[in-house]
């Protein structure tokens, strides 16, 4: 079946600018996270949604970044006036229930800001 | 400190060898814990997950010590396409939702 899915892959913007990345997770999934890998880290934890809420937003760094999930399915994470140091691999990922469910990623999103 | 900590190596060991990973967690009330596995550029997946009495999964082993807070890994005959970089898993919470904090990371390069 078709796993989760985001776009674009790829993103280059100047600093200062708006940006959106959108998650498709698997169906039926009711957990879905993101999270942002630099090179040579771990996945940083952004935040986690459990169906339409926002469950843990602990991890978003500060108020220029905002996520959705209106219907429980999509995801968009927001970031207003990037930053160079915003640059990064944006994941999102998946599960059926929840922590104890295997967490299914996508491709991730490439993010520059030059 | 860090609430998940690897020691990032990398790792360089010939095939056929064993070789362990330890990672520490700063959270006494952590519930779960997981190995995921990166290839480079590509995105993590779950390797196994570690549970209380220790589990095996062919020629890898998982281990969890609660009293010290650290998880192990154990692979024995390393194969080259072991070749990656394994991260650590913990789910902070008291309960089994909610977020789970990856470590940063351990490289394993297996040499033929």
């Known amino acids: 079946g078709a796993g989760v899915s985001q776009t674009p892959s790829n993103k280059v913007t100047e600093k200062g600018k708006y940006v959106e990345l959108r998650c498709d997770p698997i169906s039926g999934h009711t957990a879905l996270y993101w999270y942002r890998q630099s090179l040579g880290q771990g996945p940083e934890f952004l935040i986690y949604f459990q169906g339409t809420g926002a469950a843990d937003d602990s991890g978003l760094p500060n108020d220029r970044f905002f996520a959705v999930r209106p219907e429980g399915s999509v995801s968009t994470l927001k970031i207003q006036r990037t930053e160079r140091g915003d640059s990064a691999v944006y994941l999102c990922?998946?599960?059926?229930?929840?922590?104890?469910?295997?967490?299914?990623f996508g491709n991730g999103t490439r993010l520059t800001v030059t | 400190r860090k609430e998940v900590e690897q020691d990032p190596g990398p790792f360089n060991v010939p095939e056929g060898a064993t070789v362990a990973f330890n990672c520490t967690y700063s959270n006494s009330a952590s519930q779960s814990f997981f190995w995921y596995r990166q290839d480079c550029r590509k995105e993590p997946k779950l390797l196994m997950s570690?549970?209380?009495s220790g589990n095996e999964d062919g020629r890898f082993t998982a281990q969890l010590n609660r009293a010290s807070q650290y998880i192990s890994l154990l692979i024995r005959d390393s194969k080259l396409s072991d070749s990656a970089t394994y991260l650590c898993v913990v789910n902070p919470g008291k309960s089994n939702t909610g977020k789970l904090i990856f470590g940063q990371g351990t490289t394993l390069q297996v040499k033929p």
């Open positions: 570690v549970y209380s």
């Open positions: 990922a998946s599960s059926l229930t929840g922590a104890l469910s295997p967490l299914h």
